[in-house]
Each structure stands twice: as C-alpha cells, then as structure tokens.
C-alpha cells in the first residue's frame, strides 16, 4: 500500500492550493482517508478526513470552512482544497488510510503517505 501526497508549494496568504493523495495497493472502497499536517517544533495535527464512500467529510475548526476533501474512488486519489490560506497553515502535510472509525485520531492510521510542504507566506 502507497500513499503519496503532493501538489503543495509556496503561497500568499489569502490565495489557494490543492492537495493530491494518490492511493495504490489499496481499494479505496473500503477506506477512510485523512489529512493531518505537522508544523515545525509541533506534534502531528489532525486536519480532514472523509469516509470511504465520500458521504461524509471532517475538519478541525482552525480549517473548517476553508478546506474541502473530496475524493475521486476511481482514479484512487483524494483531494485536499485549501483557500483562504493563512501563514499558520504552514506545514508538512500527510495523508493516511484507515478502515477504522475514528478518523481524527492519527493512532487509528494504518498506512502513511510521505508529506507536501506547504508555506504560506503572510
């Protein structure tokens, strides 16, 4: 199983990127994925996540309303849209599978995608 995510860059503040997590070796059928991000000198923050069938989406309140997952099953890959970006946004981001419930809790991850940088610059 495969994770990887890309798709970030170096922006302004107040303009938008896009997030890809392209899957392999895994039907995502049958998983959840989630979205956290790590700011340096931070612990891993829980940012998004939807279901398997893309019914039913989360995000942290410091996200909520900026940032859209979306998810495309049969092209195995999903989507982190990000507007209104803020220089506090700034991080490694990560996407992760899981077929487990609590989808905001990093310990329910199964499978790990190496992160994107992204720097909002203020």
């Known amino acids: 199983v495969q994770l990887q995510a890309y798709g970030g860059g170096l922006v302004q503040s107040g303009t938008s990127l896009r997030l890809s997590c392209a899957v392999s070796g895994l039907s995502l059928d049958l998983a959840a994925i989630g979205w956290f991000r790590q700011a340096p000198g931070k612990g891993r923050e829980f940012v998004a996540a939807i279901s398997w069938d893309g019914g039913t989406t989360y995000y942290a309140d410091s996200v909520k309303g900026r940032f859209t997952s979306s998810r495309d099953n049969a092209e195995n890959t999903v989507y982190l849209q990000m507007n209104s970006l803020k220089p506090e946004d700034t991080a490694v981001y990560y996407c992760?599978?899981?077929?487990?419930?609590?989808?905001?809790?990093?310990?329910?991850?199964?499978?790990w995608g190496q992160g994107t940088q992204v720097t909002v610059s203020s």
């Open positions: 992760a599978a899981t077929s487990r419930l609590r989808v905001t809790w990093a310990s329910e991850y199964d499978y």
